[in-house]
């Protein structure tokens, strides 16, 4: 098993320009690639967009089948969903079953597309199923008094 190295935070940082890239291209065997995400609070969540890696013509990287679990605290892990995603540079929705809450996160990358040992993602973000969020045109505002 591989976990993400200094790169994964590439994954989270809203450019699709640039890439989290893990694996050994080299390697004589596929390993099981992780990323794992630690939120600051518990986020309800229905699903995933997941956008591979927009910069490599040959498709390096790009996940086939893949696991989601979550945890509360990064020692019990629970299965959410298990698929497969398409070799594309478009961003993919993977559905959860139901809405889950949870505290971390993970993507396991269990198989790719081509010969090459290494997982992908220019980005991963998370579809909120969670309560409003203030979208901070009211943040400093103060309500005033009625003369």
Known sequence: MTT????????????PNTFWLAGDPLGQLREQIELAIDFPAPVAMSGLVIMPRQTQRE???????YMIQ?????????????????????????QFPRTITARYLKLIALSGFGLDKTTSLAELAVIYAGPKLDDGTNAGKRARPTP
Not at 59 to 65: A, F, K, M, Q, Y
Not at 70 to 94: H, K, M, N, Y
Request: net charge negative; no cysteine.
């Open 59 to 65: 498709h390096e990287g790009d996940i086939r089948e």
């Open 4 to 15: 993400a190295g200094e790169s994964a935070g590439l994954a989270i940082d809203g450019d």
């Open 70 to 94: 979550a945890s509360d605290d990064a020692s019990e892990w629970r299965d959410v969903v298990r698929g497969e995603l398409v070799s594309t540079f478009a961003p993919q929705q993977i």
